[in-house]
């Protein structure tokens, strides 16, 4: 990973060494953190508000780091890597993303059958009877 100093804030302290600049810019000549950002959101099905929502967020702060800022949101990291399914150095652009030519897995989904996994058989039933609705719905259209 390759680091550039911004010299606008290099300063000295009072025996004349040198001190660690305020500003870093990171991962020169690779897209921008919010740009970044906003791709695996998207790959991973999820819209703005979701994200927010599945890490206890407001969305419009999501929204300023896919567009008003470069530098990623340190205390968010974590929870961000963990919804989308990645580690945080794929996030920040460190390591490349695997992308696979299998299908990506939506992780909101899984969550769901999770959820449901978890309800009394009674209640999964009606559950499961609609997504099979649905799917013999689908397999009979593709067929016409």
């Known amino acids: ?3 550039k100093l911004v010299g606008y804030n290099f300063r000295h302290n009072r025996e004349g060494e ?3 600049p305020k500003m870093l ?3 020169q000549g690779q897209e921008p953190f919010g740009k970044r950002l906003a791709k695996l959101r998207k790959s991973a099905g999820y819209s703005q508000r979701a994200l927010a929502a599945e890490l206890n967020i407001s969305y419009r702060v999501i929204a300023y780091y896919e567009g008003e800022t470069t530098y990623p949101p340190a205390h968010l990291l974590p929870q961000l890597a963990k919804a989308l399914g990645i580690s945080t150095d794929q996030i920040l652009g460190v390591e490349k993303i695997k992308e696979s030519n299998s299908m990506i897995r939506d992780n909101r989904l899984w969550r769901r059958f999770s959820q ?3 309800l009394p058989a009674s209640e999964r039933r009606p559950i499961i009877q609609i997504i099979d609705a649905v799917l013999r719905g689908k ?3 593709s067929r016409v």
């Open 25 to 27: 810019v990171l991962n």
């Open 1 to 3: 990973m390759e680091l």
């Open 139 to 141: 397999q009979s259209n």
């Open 18 to 20: 040198s001190v660690m």
């Open 116 to 118: 449901v996994e978890k």
